[in-house]
């Protein structure tokens, strides 16, 4: 039998250290990151950045950002200038 995933595998100090390579894990991942994010709030793309940043180590915040929005995690305005979670 194997161990369940859970988000501590990815995590050090209570932040994102290593990206999965699974979609799986990745989806894990992405449900921690996007945990913070209010419902229907709208957020700067500066928000999100910061909100982000409390959460990973030493991955690009801006690689994080695109992949919420394209795993769907979060959806943003054409010109990236909002964003907010469904």
């Known amino acids: ?28 991942v992405f449900a921690y990151l996007s945990k913070d994010f209010e419902k229907s709030k709208k957020y700067s793309e500066k928000e999100v950045n910061e909100i982000l940043g409390k959460h990973i180590a030493v991955l690009d915040v801006a690689f994080f950002r695109r992949a919420l929005y394209d795993s769907e995690y979060l959806d943003r305005t054409n010109d990236g200038k909002e964003y907010w979670r469904e």
């Open 1 to 28: 039998m194997t161990k369940p995933i859970t988000i501590e595998r990815f995590l050090k100090d209570g932040k994102v250290y290593f990206w999965p390579s699974k979609k799986d894990a990745r989806d894990i």
